[in-house]
């Protein structure tokens, strides 16, 4: 049966709906998360113009379940027009600290409540790396004001909606989960052959598929769900990955990352110390598309090597580009 919220981790306004025991177990998982030591490897390296936040925003449907609240990137942004994103942007000066951040991005982009009371915080997630390498440092909140009404900045967002936080954990979600699910045409096996790793060739499933790339001289892999008003991908996807299976305590049903990928921790330290580090404001995706199906039964050795040779490239094409051009600033943070 549901339940209202009855722990001392977790706020209990009258406001709040019902939750299912399985809901409030997932709130309690969030609410007591906290990262893991070293998530963030080389805080003193990354300066304040290269951080941002989102503001992951979670509240309870009617039927009890939690759902997080996604935006649509306005068309006519230079950067990712177009994409599903969870609200946020860039640190400012101004901001007391990257909460701050993300509320008041949140706010000015959708009109989600910056004020703690209406949202409070349950957790702060480990920073990723964006394709754009910036550090990007997830807040969640719960919303437990029901009066609360959206205001889109059409200069910024152009959609708002939500879907069940633990549909990020499928690749075929169950029926329960796809009744809130707004799918498409599901892809042929063809389709699939040609897109994803061998080793998750599976049944097609017309929520979730997979291709890995390279980036930062890694292979890398990168997630798609298909939600027919806008698909979710790249970090976005990476971050409610993540945060779902936080709070389900458990892992998705397919692999989230590619043989040998590193840790979002390494990742981070290779952008921003070391030869490959740009110590600019904007910088470019180094990105590029691995020729699929990628082998992953590890009997092609010559396909390492050639991995391998792709790597040091990569970093030697990286370190003349920018050898000219690399300055250091001063971290705000």
């Not at 000015?108 to 440092?137: Q, Y």
């Not at 990352?257 to 110390?273: G, M, N, W």
């Amino acid at each position: 049966m549901p339940r209202r919220v009855a722990h001392v981790d977790l706020p209990e306004p009258p406001e709040l709906g019902p939750l299912t025991e399985q809901s409030l177990q997932a709130l309690r998982s969030l609410a007591a998360y906290r990262p893991a030591p070293g998530s963030e490897p080389c805080p003193d390296q990354v300066p304040a113009y290269r951080r941002a936040a989102v503001l992951l925003s979670i509240f309870p449907g009617r039927s009890g379940d939690l759902y997080v609240i996604l935006s649509q990137r306005a068309t006519a942004l230079r950067s990712h027009g177009g994409d599903t994103a969870i609200p946020g942007g860039r640190f400012e000066a101004d901001d007391q600290d990257l909460e701050a951040t993300a509320r008041r991005e949140a706010w000015e982009e959708t009109g989600l409540p910056i004020d703690p009371k209406r949202a409070p915080k349950l957790c702060e997630l480990e920073p990723f790396l964006s394709a754009n390498e910036l550090l990007v440092t997830p807040i969640v909140v719960l919303i437990i004001d029901p009066l609360i009404k959206p205001k889109l900045n059409p200069l910024e967002v152009s959609l708002l909606f939500s879907l069940p936080l633990a549909s990020f954990l499928y690749h075929q979600p169950p029926n329960a989960l796809r009744q809130s699910l707004r799918l498409g045409k599901q892809p042929t096996m063809e389709e699939l052959q040609r897109q994803q790793p061998k080793s998750e060739f599976r049944e097609p499933s017309d929520w979730h598929t997979c291709r890995d790339i390279r980036w930062l001289g890694h292979r890398v892999r990168r997630h798609t769900f298909w939600d027919t008003r806008n698909p979710i991908r790249g970090l976005t996807s990476d971050i409610l990955i993540h945060a779902a299976a936080i709070a389900y305590a458990r892992q998705p049903d397919f692999s989230t990352v590619a043989p040998t990928q590193p840790s979002q921790a390494e990742l981070i330290r290779t952008a921003f110390t070391g030869p490959m580090a740009i110590k600019k404001r904007r910088v470019r995706p180094r990105m590029a598309g691995l020729q699929q199906p990628v082998d992953d039964d590890g009997k092609r050795p010559e396909d390492k090597a050639k991995l391998s040779r792709e790597r040091t490239l990569d970093m030697n094409r990286w370190m003349t580009r920018n050898k000219a051009t690399t300055t250091t600033r001063p971290s705000r943070l």
